[in-house]
């Protein structure tokens, strides 16, 4: 049998076909954004009292439950609209709508991102094989509260230089995570990613960013992935939720966004790699809200 190369292959990735549009039972509330070319502006707050912050955790439970379902699917052979279809019964069948469907009008339930995708690759006839990565951004609507949550999975044997570059990704999510505390500013976050992912050389996207979260899917509120200092100084405070959920390359920054609008890839095409957890700052620190229940 033939070893896994120790490096990634240069991408070459096409977009698939569509399949036909899902649908959401009548009994399901969804959210406001549907059927309007962008969402209403959120005017509410980004610190949230127990109970909202309770309904967050339920929507990101679910999400995080999803997304251990889902991903026990990925194997070489699977379509990334497979993996679509199961995330869309699994939400509906527990009462919450899948977030992304129809948001700004993105037409599938989840994100589904191979290799050179850094976010929002949209679920189509593309077919996972051997040696691929592929990150699955999972957002439940419940209860009317939004979780929001990605992981980036390995497909089948990956090469060493992805599978670390996921390894680390994680990791810089998680140090991100570690650097919140009530009374420090917002950048902190960012600078907490950036130096890490520095010390490998990775690329750090910074267009694409964490954000408030809650009974909207995107309150406003930016959190950046990279040391914006002394940009972004607004001081984190306890019951405060937003996403962290940094983009990191094994070569540029940069970017170029495919013909459908929503697709981003390198402008290299070399792979890139995604976490996201969506969090409540506490009077400690932080809790990771997008946590599976078993
Ligand atoms: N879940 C993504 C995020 O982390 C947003 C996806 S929007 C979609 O913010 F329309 F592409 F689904
Ligand atoms: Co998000
Ligand atoms: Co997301």
New binding site residues.
């Given amino acids: 049998m033939a070893s896994a190369p120790s490096h990634a292959p240069a991408g070459s990735l096409v977009p698939g076909t569509l399949s036909p549009e899902r649908t959401v039972p009548d009994h399901i509330d969804p959210p406001d954004y549907v059927g309007l070319a962008e969402p209403p502006k959120y005017t509410g707050p980004d610190v949230f009292d127990n109970a909202t912050v309770e309904r967050i955790r339920r929507a990101g439970q679910l999400a995080a439950d999803c997304m251990v379902a889902t991903g026990e699917l990925i194997r070489p052979g699977v379509t990334t609209d497979e993996l679509d279809a199961f995330a869309h019964e699994y939400l509906v069948q527990r009462g919450a709508y899948p ?2 469907l129809r ?2 009008g ?1 037409p599938k339930s989840i ?1 589904t991102s191979v290799n050179e995708v850094i ?2 690759g949209i679920p189509d006839s593309t077919v996972l094989r051997d040696g691929d990565i592929v990150n699955l ?1 999972i ?1 439940a609507f419940l209860n009317g509260a939004h979780g ?1 949550h ?1 992981v980036t999975f390995l497909v089948g044997e990956v090469d060493e230089q992805s599978r670390l570059l996921v390894e680390r990704t994680h990791e810089a999510m998680m140090r991100g995570i570690k650097a919140v505390k009530p009374g420090r500013p917002i950048n902190v976050i960012g600078r907490a990613i950036e130096s890490y992912a520095r010390r490998f050389n990775y690329g750090v996207v910074r267009e694409f960013i964490g ?1 408030g979260v809650g009974p909207a ?2 309150t406003g509120l930016v959190i950046p992935h990279y040391d914006a200092a002394p940009d972004y100084g607004q001081l984190i405070e306890p019951g405060m939720v937003f ?1 962290i ?1 940094p983009m990191l390359t094994l070569g540029t920054r940069h970017w170029d966004m495919w013909e459908d609008g ?1 697709t981003a890839v390198t402008r290299d095409r070399k792979r890139t790699a995604q976490f ?1 957890h969506t969090i409540v700052a506490t009077q400690e620190g932080a809790e990771i809200l997008t946590r599976p229940s078993a």
Wanted: contains cysteine; charged residues 25%; negative net charge.
């Fill in positions: 977030s992304c948001y700004r993105f994100c976010c929002h951004d957002t929001d990605n954000h899917f995107h996403t959920e929503w996201e």
